[in-house]
DNA sequence: TCGATGCGGATTGTTGACAATCTGCACGTG
DNA sequence: CACGTGCAGATTGTCAACAATCCGCATCGA
């Protein structure tokens, strides 16, 4: 009974959810455009599962907003427009925010190794703008920020983070125009870090609202389909109430 | 072709929704008590349909958490403590704020619009305050605050509020304590409204935050299992990032 | 007596087949 | 030629049976 130790708990994750994760990670690669129907049987046979997976994995993103379910139709992919990308950013404002205050709002120790745990990423972020990886610059970009909201210890805002970082994922690789001058990310983050190290909360607003901030201007002509909006999938996670 | 236009559409909801809707009433109302088994067997054949739109809508209920999914064993009740009540109405505070904010920060007309919808949900929970209907109470309770949140405009944090509304209401069955004094109810909402109204962002804030708070010393001795914390479900909605 | 081990019951996880529903196109009719 | 209608194809929605997994308990050995 020696060994046992360095034997890591197999990850013996549902089916659903490892097809979920993966169709995750192609809607955010761009594999599936947005409008691009998801067909059950398709990804079924592809996966080499039955549909009943499958179709669990489908409605799990759906219910994320990534997909719309359209009843005895199909799923597809979700389109955003620059309205969905200026909703996803100030929904992320105001929950970073309200994490930063907390954080902020601590002792020193605390605010120092929640800033070491930051710096952390930020090494790798850098590693990754050395590489010009910018996909995986994307994906530690909201590393760090869903980091920032864990420090919060709240587990109901890193549930409505996490569904918002997907979101700004995939507003990352459809609007480039969301993502800020590439040389800046990195210092930006640094700053971010000194200001939860300092406990200067107003400033961390201030920093956090300029991170987040999305011009209309730079949105422009990215747009591909304009002011149409669709209304939320009929299915959704929460009953509306009577 | 003179009376179509009478006929509303036939709401043929997929029956996972139907089902995980009722689910989620009896979990409010308390009828599964926390730690109760969910048996997918059980409940289709009291429902009549076969496992799978009931398989579904456990999963369903799982990623709006009031469900706890352990893997080939069964899902539960999710059990509530303290500490989760008090993540509860943080966040919903860090969410009606940021709403608040946007509102507040409206032109006169569209305060006064998003006041008077206010109020008309307000007239129902005086209303089922005087019938001394306490559940109906604190579902008008927290239907006033979605539609504070709905008024924002972001469905994001619409989103992201539903959930919590529905934790909130179970709070409110399990813990007593965390609804304040039931005369105050209406009158609290009704001065929330004149905030609206008025616009002045600073005293709704502060009103909020007196109205979402949860003193420690109220749910003393309603908490079932004190310290105990469950981790999240495994299969969680968004996967954590790499 | 205490701990490890194998067995049985129960529950979820998965599958393939069948039914219901919707959309788009071709056809017939005024 | 315009409009309504019926059909075909495709896709999701539902079902019942099978397989895999896990927990709790009885048993066995030191």
């Known amino acids: 009974m ?10 013996s994750r549902p089916t659903a959810v490892v097809i979920a994760d993966q169709l995750r990670e192609s809607i955010i690669d761009g594999a599936f455009a947005p409008g691009d ?10 996966l080499n599962v039955s549909r009943g997976p499958v179709r669990e994995a489908l409605h799990r993103l ?4 990534l997909l719309l379910a359209r009843p005895n139709r199909g799923v597809f992919v979700q389109e955003l427009d620059a309205r969905d ?14 994490a930063g205050e907390i954080v902020t709002g601590r002792d020193a120790d605390r605010r120092e190794a929640a800033a070491d745990r930051l710096t952390a990423i930020v090494d790798r972020m850098q590693a990754a703008f050395d590489a010009g990886d910018w996909p995986r610059l994307g994906r530690i970009d909201l590393e760090f920020h869903t980091a920032l909201v864990a420090d919060a210890g709240n587990s109901r805002l890193d549930r409505a983070y996490a569904t918002l970082a997907t979101e700004a ?42 991170h987040l901030s999305v011009d209309d201007h730079r949105l422009h002509g990215h ?8 209304g939320r999938p009929e299915g959704d996670a929460v009953a509306s109430q009577p």
């Open 223 to 230: 747009d591909a389909d304009g002011d149409l909006r669709h």
């Open 37 to 46: 129907q998801v067909n059950e049987a398709l990804v079924a046979s592809r």
């Open 62 to 65: 759906v219910q994320e907003g």
């Open 85 to 98: 990308v200026a909703e996803v950013f100030a929904a992320r404002e105001v929950i970073e925010c309200a």
């Open 169 to 210: 994922l995939i507003c990352l690789t459809h609007f480039p125009g969301a993502y800020p001058e590439r040389s800046n990310v990195v210092p930006g983050h640094r700053e971010l870090i000194e200001l939860v190290r300092s406990g200067t909360m107003e400033e961390l607003h201030r920093a956090l609202h300029e």
């Open 2 to 11: 020696r060994g046992v130790e360095a034997l890591s708990a197999i990850n």
